[in-house]
């Protein structure tokens, strides 16, 4: 069973930036995918960003510019560096990981707990 763990959230002002670590444990070597979702108060959940083991990503189209997924295989590691962050970028953000290796906005099969990033205007 895989688990991942989010760190990184927490609260900054409009136009700065945070940068969202992921870690996964259990399962790993099977891990093709890993990536973010993010869910903010009476929203629906969205998809964020996807990095695959080969490197290829895919990024919802509000954060392309902003936002850069990377990840660090060997470690088992996904970040999300997030710049010229946005009041509409508070949600909590979700790490995804799966067996499939896609950047597809799908329902992955691992989700960690959560971690809350909130941005003042």
């Known amino acids: 069973q895989v688990q991942l763990v989010e760190i990184g959230g927490g609260l900054v002002q409009a136009g700065g930036s945070l940068r969202l670590s992921c870690a996964a444990s259990?399962?790993?070597?099977?891990?093709?995918?890993m990536g973010w979702f993010r869910q903010a108060p009476g929203k629906q959940r969205e998809f964020v960003a996807a990095?695959?083991?080969?490197?290829?990503?895919n990024y919802e189209d509000s954060v392309k510019g902003r936002f850069t997924i990377s990840g660090d295989y060997a470690k088992n590691t996904v970040y999300l560096q997030m710049n010229s962050l946005k009041p509409e970028d508070t949600a909590v953000y979700y790490c995804?990981?799966?067996?499939?290796?896609?950047?597809?906005?799908?329902?992955?099969?691992?989700w960690g707990q959560g971690t809350q990033v909130t941005v003042s205007s």
């Open positions: 995804v990981a799966d067996h499939i290796a896609t950047v597809a906005d799908y329902e992955y099969e691992y």
């Open positions: 259990g399962g790993i070597f099977s891990i093709n995918a």
């Open positions: 990095i695959t083991r080969a490197g290829n990503t």
